[in-house]
């Protein structure tokens, strides 16, 4: 299968790529991104086929269906990653919480967070094509606290790959932080800015456009990639939770196979929404994606009515920092498959050059056939999240307590919904002890230790860890100096 662009071709670049070329290089003409040429078709036969499966089979054989450019031992052994899981037989459970309501636990892997469902696999992938073409590659990562420490586990002292991960400082949980700025492989850089998570992905998305950077790192015998949901590659890997979670349901007995059910995502960058888009769009049957946002919630407005404004607009925190971004990278792949490149270049022109594009009535219409938008106050959440451990003893994080207000204002209660949980309640402690305990201004550790007293569960012996490793990394700087600090790294 090839890969085209979203918006267009520069007279540079050839019509299509291939799926290593997409993944090594993930920006496109115009600053756009590359997408499938074609989504594979996998219907109710694929879905039967795959009902008894492992997660790992399933994930072969979808794979399979895009006919990637992969050896398949390759594929193998990224795929054997999911092995290290906390069950082996079943990397991401689907756990009912109360009626109707059923919730995807993404957080199991080695960074207790969503990100390791793609990046685990993805960092052997990428280090595989490198060494097979023998060149080297720099990886750059921007997080908002979730996609650093994965890409840094997945990528340590892996072969012809070095990593620079942009943080904001002070804009992660303290367990997030330290999961970065305790890694200390040669090959690994974090660098926090003195800024928030969208200035940490226009500087990523600025330096994989820029020809002068390309031109710097060739003198070191370096290329260049990306670690965020801009690259396919990790897009890829999130479409197959969504149809184990489809799945999931059928073998619990809770729908039956061909019944519609609703994708509850909370959403930052829009890479975990689009793997459920995809998903519906190869067969997995799908009423409609909810995509929860908290005060951030550009996204709630241009799925109610139409406009993408950044004007006067500016990154609030929260308690679900994670999602504290404005310009959500993968809603372009989304504005390409329902208007085309040369519409989705306009848009994208305007939001880049005025910050604001409003779509027509029509295509708001066309929007709104595919999903449906609320968002959810920190207060809010913290009452949802202590709710829920009262009355169906269920512990979640911040994020996902997002869900839990779009899963009563925007699903037909009747219809099942699968909401996706992107983080382990460690990651986000003081939030947590504080909606069920009232407790304020806790530490991380005092905050782990009051919510295992309370829930009666362990605290995860890697996260008991971080606490007392050394700090590796050091580094925070203004915005303006990240291409000299990633240069000098090199």
């Not at 990397?91 to 892997?109: F, Q, T």
């Not at 303290?174 to 970065?180: F, G, N, P, T």
């Not at 362990?458 to 240069?487: G, W």
């Amino acid at each position: 299968m090839n890969f085209i662009q979203t918006r267009g071709v520069d007279e540079n670049r050839p019509q299509t790529v291939t799926f290593s070329q997409a993944i090594l290089s993930p920006i496109a003409s115009f600053g756009g991104l590359y997408v499938p040429q074609m989504l594979p078709e996998l219907g109710e036969e694929f879905l039967q086929k795959h009902l008894n499966s492992s997660y790992k089979e399933l994930a072969s054989d979808m794979l399979s269906c895009f006919e990637i450019d992969i050896d398949a031992k390759v594929i193998e052994e990224a795929l054997s990653l999911y092995d290290k899981f906390d069950d082996a037989s079943n990397p991401v459970p689907v756990v009912k919480v109360k009626e109707n309501l059923y919730i995807s636990e993404l957080y199991h892997g080695p960074t207790r967070a969503f990100k390791d469902m793609a990046l685990q696999p993805f960092g052997v992938v990428l280090s595989s094509i490198a060494q097979r073409l023998n060149e080297n590659y720099l990886i750059l990562a921007a997080t908002s606290g979730d996609t650093g420490p994965a890409a840094l586990e997945t990528f340590k002292n892996r072969a012809n790959v070095k990593v620079a991960c942009l943080y904001p400082d002070g804009g992660t949980s303290d367990v997030q932080r330290l999961q970065m700025v305790t890694e200390d492989a040669p090959n690994l850089k974090v660098i926090g800015i003195n800024g928030v998570f969208d200035d940490a992905q226009n500087a990523l998305k600025r330096l994989l456009a820029s020809q002068s950077f390309k031109e710097a790192l060739q003198k070191k015998d370096t290329k260049l990639s990306a670690a965020n949901s801009v690259n396919f590659g990790r897009i890829i890997f999130q479409i197959i939770y969504h149809i184990h979670s489809y799945l999931e349901l059928v073998r619990q007995n809770a729908i039956t196979m061909g019944e519609q059910v609703y994708l509850n995502v909370p959403s930052g960058n829009f890479g975990n929404a689009l793997g459920g888009y995809y998903a519906w769009k190869m067969g997995v049957p799908v009423e409609k994606i909810i995509i929860s946002s908290n005060e951030n919630n550009v996204l709630t407005r241009l799925i109610r009515n139409g406009k993408y404004d950044l004007r006067n607009c500016e990154v609030v925190g929260t308690t679900s920092p994670a999602m504290d971004i404005l310009k959500s990278s993968n809603v372009e792949r989304v504005l390409f498959d329902l208007f085309g490149e040369v519409r989705t270049k306009e848009l994208m022109q305007n939001l880049e050059e005025n910050n604001f594009y409003e779509l027509t009535a029509d295509e708001l219409a066309k929007l709104r056939e595919c999903f449906d938008a609320d968002y959810c106050s920190g207060e809010e959440g913290k009452k949802y999240i202590k709710e829920t451990f009262q009355k169906y003893h269920y512990l979640m994080d911040p994020h996902t307590a997002t869900c839990m207000k779009s899963y009563e204002t925007c699903s037909n209660p009747e219809i099942k919904t699968i909401a996706y949980s992107t983080a382990e309640w460690t990651k986000f402690s003081p939030v947590i002890a504080n909606a069920l305990t009232g407790e304020v201004d806790t530490k991380d550790i005092e905050a782990l230790e009051s919510i295992s007293k309370v829930a009666n569960l362990e605290i995860p012996q890697m996260i008991k860890e971080l606490f007392s490793k050394p700090i590796a990394q050091t580094t925070v700087i203004e915005k303006e100096n990240i291409e000299d600090e990633i240069l000098k790294f090199l």
